[in-house]
């Protein structure tokens, strides 16, 4: 079979890793890949916002299956339009994809079918907002309604910093913004929880527990993951089955309801707050890192399962898991999130032999006449699935030390939760 995955990041390094090794695959092409890819598929350069290039180059090269990675096609349509053409495509629709694409839809839904989550109020204007915050308990929870790759969300302590962050929205550092969304801070500890689907049936596919804020013991700015581990420390059966009825199954009726159906991952960001989850935010694909550290943990082969949720079997498929600890670590360019340099050389990397259940996944990488260079702020990811997360910790940072790229920053403390405990 032939294959495509759409995105560039370590998601989808990881994606075509766990690709690689299936028994039904005979070619991956990565759309636009990374140095990572650019080892196991064959990366081809399309601009993602181009759906007629991506198109034309599925039906010149016999492509049987689309995989689609990260969140800004979904939401622009990329599966609605490649699926006129009769294009197998894995991930969901533009409408269902608004569970990402759209806080107000997502918070409209849950109102309607009372689904758990922090109160909230949406204000269109920077005088409303400010009006409410003046009158608010602190912290509050202030953010921008589109997409901003894990960045337009700021917990603000005081009345200053929600001014700021108001103002920033709204002069537009997240896109055009006609509204914020202003929410109760909720207290206690998160998780992410995903789901596959196939439209009819619904399967759980892990759970993790992502690092958002750059620096070490949960500090500074957020950004789009400085580290996962897998399963979260949370996870139990009573749990699974209290956010399957109480906040998945719900928004699927939703969705069902809207006459659509969703197909693809589903990924529910919670908080977990004396035993009872509430929703903080829903993505429509697989999280970026904890893609990296749950699909090596999968026994299944995974083009099966995709195959079966495009062909509507998901039901005949029977999803089966190792049961040892799996931890990423991701190294970053320094200055990220904010400012930082593009295009430094990482002079070790092609050097490093890896063991079994040992995995770098590049994510803001690029090939230049054989040599690596950073192209991106999250540069690559260190996997270690092992029996205890101390050590999947310990031997990333070991990995990460052979590295040793200079212009590099990373948080040592990525699982300290469950380790440091
Ligand atoms: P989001 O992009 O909505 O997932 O938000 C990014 C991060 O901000 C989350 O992973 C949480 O750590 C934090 N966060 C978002 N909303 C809330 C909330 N209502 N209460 C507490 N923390 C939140
Ligand atoms: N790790 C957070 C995300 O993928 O949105």
Request: charged share 30%.
């Amino acid at each position: 079979m032939k294959v495509a995955v759409i995105g560039s990041g370590g998601r989808e390094h990881a994606i075509c890793e766990a690709l690689k090794i299936s028994k039904k695959i005979d070619k991956i092409f990565c759309i636009p890949g990374n140095a990572g890819t650019d080892l196991i598929s064959f990366n081809i350069s399309i601009d993602l916002n181009d759906f007629k290039k991506i198109k034309d180059f599925v039906f010149e090269n016999n492509i049987d299956l689309v995989i689609v990675g990260p969140e800004k096609p979904l939401v622009d349509g990329i599966v609605d339009y490649l699926e006129k053409f009769n294009i197998k495509v894995f991930g969901p629709n533009k409408k269902a994809s608004q569970l990402e694409g759209s806080k107000i839809f997502t918070k409209k839904l849950c109102e309607k079918y009372k689904i758990p989550t922090a109160k909230f109020g949406f204000f269109d204007t920077f005088d409303n907002a400010k009006k409410y915050l003046d009158n608010s308990n602190y912290p509050v929870v202030i953010k921008a309604d589109g997409l901003a790759g894990g960045k337009g969300v700021y917990i603000c302590e005081n009345k200053d910093q929600s001014h700021q962050a108001i103002k920033e929205i709204f002069d537009g550092k997240f896109g055009l913004a006609n509204q914020v969304l202003i929410e109760e801070f909720l207290k206690g500890e998160e998780m992410s929880f995903f789901i596959i689907s196939d439209g009819e049936t619904i399967k759980t596919f892990g759970t993790a527990q992502d690092h958002k804020r750059v620096f070490e013991g949960d500090k500074g700015k957020n950004t789009g993951g400085m580290g996962a581990y897998s399963p979260s420390g949370l996870e139990s059966d009573q749990l699974n089955k209290k956010i399957l009825e109480k906040i998945i199954k719900p928004t699927l009726k939703g969705l069902k309801e809207q006459n659509t159906k969703f197909v693809g991952f589903l990924y529910a960001g919670l908080m977990i707050t004396n035993g009872e989850p509430f929703l903080i935010e829903y993505n429509v694909r697989m999280g970026d890192p904890e893609c990296q550290t749950i699909l090596p943990k999968l026994k299944t082969d995974f083009l099966k399962i995709i195959i079966a949720c495009v062909n509507k079997v998901l039901k005949n498929i029977n999803i089966e898991w190792n049961n040892k600890k799996s931890l990423c670590i991701v190294l970053c360019s320094k200055g990220y999130p904010e400012k930082f340099l593009n295009n430094i050389e990482i002079k070790n990397i092609s050097s490093i032999s890896l063991k079994k259940n040992e995995y770098i996944f590049h994510a803001g990488t690029k090939k230049n006449k054989s040599k690596i260079f950073s192209n991106g702020g999250r540069v690559l990811n260190f996997v270690i699935v092992s029996k205890e997360f101390n050590e999947s910790r310990n031997r990333a940072i070991d990995l990460i030390n052979k590295v040793n790229w200079p212009n590099g920053f990373f948080r040592k403390d990525i699982g300290f939760k469950i380790i440091d405990k």
